[in-house]
C-alpha cells in the first residue's frame, strides 16, 4: 500500500503541553515520515496548546492539518471529524501523551504491504508514571487473528493508542461512535462482526502515561453504566451470547467498585502481571 499515511490526534484543554509535545515528535521522528498530520482540537484550547499547536504548524505547514470543534465533543466525535479530514488510505492514531517507538510505523505498513487483507493493526504498549525507563507493566493483546475475536468477547482487543487501519474500512462500520472511554471498543467489534481482519504486532509500539487518574476514570455508578452500554450493544450485534453478556457485566461491575487504589493494584498485578504476548 505504499509509504503513505495520516496521523491522527485529538487534544483538548486538560492535556499537559509537554506531554503533548513528546507525543507529536515521537510521531514526526519515525522512521518513515507521515505527509499528513491531522490534529483534532477538542473544544477551546489553553494559552499553551495553541502556541505548541501554532509552532508546529509554522514549521511544517504542508504536513500539519488542524481541525477545531467549537465545543468539546468527547473523543469519538473529535476522532470521527479526523477521519474524515485524513487524506491518506491507512491512519495511524496517537494519543496526546503518549510515545511512539521510531520504528513503528515502519513495522504496521509492513504488515498491510504483507497482507493487502488486514484491516486494523495493532500492538502492545509498555505503561509507565513519570519515567519511560521505569516501566509498570504491560497490556499484551493477542496478535492472532482468532484469538483477537475470542479475546474481544470480554476485553478490548486492540492497544487504541497503537492502532493503524484502513480509512475506508472504519467508515464503512459506521466510523467513531461517542461512547465514553469505550468508542474504540465499540468500533471494533462493529468492524470484527463484518468479518474485518486484524493483527496486533508482538513487539511494544507506544509508551503509555498512567497514573491514578486512569484507574479513577474506570471505577464508580457512572463507568459500571457505560460498559454495560457497551455489552449491551455487543449483545444487540450477536457478538457475545446472554451468558456472555451476564458474565461480562459481573465481573467488571465487580472491579469497577472497588475503591480506586485497590482497582489501580488489580490493573497492575493481575491484569498486567503476564508480560508474555498472546501469540
Not at 451476564?246 to 503476564?274: C, D, Q
Request: hydrophobic letters at 40%; charged letters at 25%.
Amino acid at each position: 500500500m505504499g509509504k503513505y499515511y495520516s496521523v491522527l490526534m485529538a487534544v483538548y484543554y486538560k492535556d499537559n503541553v509537554d506531554f503533548f509535545k513528546y507525543a507529536v515528535d515521537s510521531m514526526l521522528n519515525q522512521t518513515i515520515k507521515t505527509n499528513d498530520f491531522v490534529l483534532v482540537c477538542d473544544g477551546e484550547l489553553s494559552d499553551e496548546l495553541n502556541a505548541a499547536i501554532d509552532s508546529y504548524t509554522d514549521k511544517f505547514p504542508e504536513i500539519f492539518h488542524v481541525i477545531r470543534l467549537k465545543k468539546h465533543q468527547g473523543l469519538g466525535n473529535a476522532l470521527r471529524e479526523g477521519v474524515l479530514a485524513c487524506s491518506n488510505e491507512l491512519i495511524a492514531r496517537m494519543d496526546s501523551d503518549d510515545f511512539s517507538e521510531p520504528n513503528r510505523i515502519e513495522l504496521q505498513l509492513k504488515e498491510f504491504s504483507d497482507d493487502p487483507k488486514l484491516s486494523v493493526c495493532g500492538g502492545q504498549i509498555a505503561e509507565f508514571e513519570k519515567d519511560i525507563d521505569q516501566i509498570t507493566g504491560i497490556r499484551a493483546v493477542p496478535c492472532s487473528e482468532l484469538k483477537i475475536r475470542k479475546f474481544a468477547k470480554a476485553r478490548n482487543p486492540v492497544n487504541h493508542m497503537t492502532v493503524m487501519f484502513k480509512k475506508a474500512d472504519v467508515i464503512e462500520a459506521g466510523n467513531y461512535i461517542e461512547l465514553n472511554l469505550a468508542e474504540d471498543y465499540y468500533l471494533w467489534v462493529r468492524m470484527l462482526c463484518e468479518n474485518k481482519k486484524f493483527k496486533n504486532i508482538a513487539q511494544v509500539l507506544v509508551y503509555v502515561r498512567t497514573g491514578n487518574g486512569m484507574y479513577q476514570r474506570r471505577g464508580g455508578l457512572q463507568y459500571v453504566g457505560k460498559m454495560i452500554l457497551v455489552q449491551k450493544k455487543m449483545l444487540e450485534l450477536k457478538f457475545i451470547s446472554f451468558h456472555e453478556f451476564i458474565f461480562n457485566i459481573l465481573l467488571r461491575s465487580t472491579a469497577a467498585l472497588l475503591p480506586s487504589n485497590v482497582r489501580g493494584s488489580v490493573y497492575k498485578h493481575k491484569l498486567r502481571k503476564n508480560h508474555n504476548i498472546i501469540e
